[in-house]
């Protein structure tokens, strides 16, 4: 089995725009920082580049606002340094726990969200 570290890339922008994205490879933390000056260098490089009508991102794409940069530098170390994009859900939990019987239980916890209006 392969082991992945996972690093969380993201952003904030205006109005209270954000994202990020957890991507998940086997090497440390340094080269991971490495790859992202790789990644953050390569959108650099198309900033002010012309669109080409039927062009991809990381080829005649241009980075003209943070979400868009953003968005190559997922590009660059998704499809050019082999990143996986992992999903996290943190409304569920699995717990392992054991009996003196020896018997073993698995219970899956689900956070849940409840709106109701006050009045």
Not at 22 to 50: C, H, M, P, Y
Request: neutral net charge; aromatic residues 14%.
């Amino acid at each position: 089995m392969n082991e992945l570290n996972i690093f969380k890339i993201e952003y904030d922008w205006c109005e209270g725009e954000h994202e990020e994205t957890l991507l998940g490879k086997n090497v440390e933390r340094e080269e991971f920082e490495k790859d992202t000056i790789k990644a953050k260098k390569f959108a650099e490089s198309l900033i002010g580049t012309k669109i080409k009508k039927g062009n991809y991102l990381g080829k005649g794409y241009c980075v003209q606002c943070l979400p868009e940069y953003y968005e190559q530098i997922i590009w660059f170390l998704t499809k050019k340094l082999k990143y996986v994009v992992c999903n996290f859900d943190s409304d569920i939990r699995y717990n392992v726990d054991d009996f003196p019987s020896k018997k073993i239980s698995i219970n899956k916890f689900i956070r849940k969200t409840e709106e109701r209006k006050i009045e």
